[in-house]
């Protein structure tokens, strides 16, 4: 079936511990992207990658990192969480472009202490 | 700057009554709009977007540029309506290199029976 997969889907974590959110499409998509969903700010771009080792950051990328070293895998990193990055994370892709249909992941719920 | 803006967080409408969701957007070059859906329990998921000028599920979204609108309407509600609704815009068309997708802050449609 495909998808877009993210890992894990909730989260506790405390200041400052590193931790990593997976995320993986099979439908051999360029483009991928990572948002945060906040009560009353809708959605917001973290970082985008248009391919394979490109990526650029979207509007709140600060306290983020990602890599693009397979097509396939777009990690969200947060280096030092703070109780700021509580939030509800997507995870999306699309063929080739951000004119393109997004497909988005299921979400990962982050509760940082 | 690239900015979109849903004045309704929500919006209560009667089975069978005509729908019409608001956005407008600010973008200096020429943007291209989305309208993205997410119903319970499921994931978000593009309704139409504004370079296939299609109709889905009865919607339709037209772009006006001098008022730089891109308001949802469909003449007669449905109760399978009833979901989150958020406006995007891209202005990658316009903007060789940006592929950022900027979305809403939402508006939850309540459709009654």
């Known amino acids: 079936e495909a998808q877009v997969t993210q890992n894990p889907r909730y989260l506790i974590t405390v200041t400052g511990k590193k931790l990593t959110v997976t995320c993986s499409q099979n439908m051999n998509h360029e483009y991928m992207s990572w948002y945060r969903q906040d009560p009353g700010l809708g959605l917001r771009q973290i970082y985008y990658?248009?391919?394979?080792?490109?990526?650029d950051k979207g509007d709140v990328p600060e306290g983020y990192k990602v890599s693009r070293k397979e097509k396939r895998n777009f990690p969200l990193i947060l280096e030092s969480p703070s109780p700021n990055q509580t939030s509800l994370y997507f995870c999306?892709?699309?063929?080739?472009?951000?004119?393109?249909?997004?497909?988005f992941g299921p979400g990962t719920r982050l509760l940082v202490l | 700057a690239q900015r979109v803006t849903q004045p309704e967080k929500l919006l209560s409408v009667f089975k069978g009554a005509p729908v019409e969701l608001k956005c407008n957007y600010s973008y200096s070059g020429s943007p291209e709009l989305f309208w993205y859906v997410q119903y319970s329990r499921q994931r978000l998921q593009l309704l139409l977007r504004h370079i296939s000028r299609e109709s889905i599920k009865g919607f339709t979204a037209d772009l006006n540029k001098g008022e730089t609108s891109f308001h949802l309407k469909k003449p007669f509600a449905q109760e399978e309506d009833s979901a989150m609704y958020y406006c995007a815009l891209s202005g990658s068309l316009s903007n060789f290199g940006n592929e950022k997708l900027t979305f809403g802050t939402g508006t939850r449609l309540t459709i009654i029976p």
């Open positions: 990658s248009m391919n394979v080792e490109v990526t």
């Open positions: 999306a892709s699309s063929l080739s472009s951000v004119v393109e249909t997004q497909y």
